[in-house]
């Protein structure tokens, strides 16, 4: 992912003048700007960090947070919890390498719920509007495989 963003800095000539169209163009290309590429653009630049960040934080357009268009619901109700959702937290949290109320590059945002309604079948998550019940670690990590 961040290769992507690479290639478009250097797809830039290194003048100053030129910073927002290179951030411009990986918001248009990646859905936000990624904090790991600003000390990159700094030194191509040779503009400071804190600089780069007053231009994202002053353009509305910009974001250093990902968007989300996907959720991931871990269900924290009661007969969750008893049955092992905050080993499913755990797992969603190192699978997609973010926390709770994060969204990772993929656009795949973490969050808790209180039930999901289908608590015979605990314990459940939600990805985007499917439920997948009697959910355990195993299963999560191979669910989230290709959310990374
Ligand atoms: S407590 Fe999890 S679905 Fe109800």
Redesign the pocket.
Known sequence: MLEMAYDIIAGFPAEENRLVDVLSSLQQAMGYVPPAVIPIIADRMELETPAIYKVIELTPSLSLKPAFSHKLFI???????RKG?FALIKQARESLAINLFETNPRGLRLEPF??????N????IMLDDEIHPHMTAEKLRSLLTDWK
Do not use: H
């Open positions: 269900c924290n109700g009661e007969n969750c919890t959702s209180r039930c999901l309604g289908n608590c079948a605990a314990p459940n």
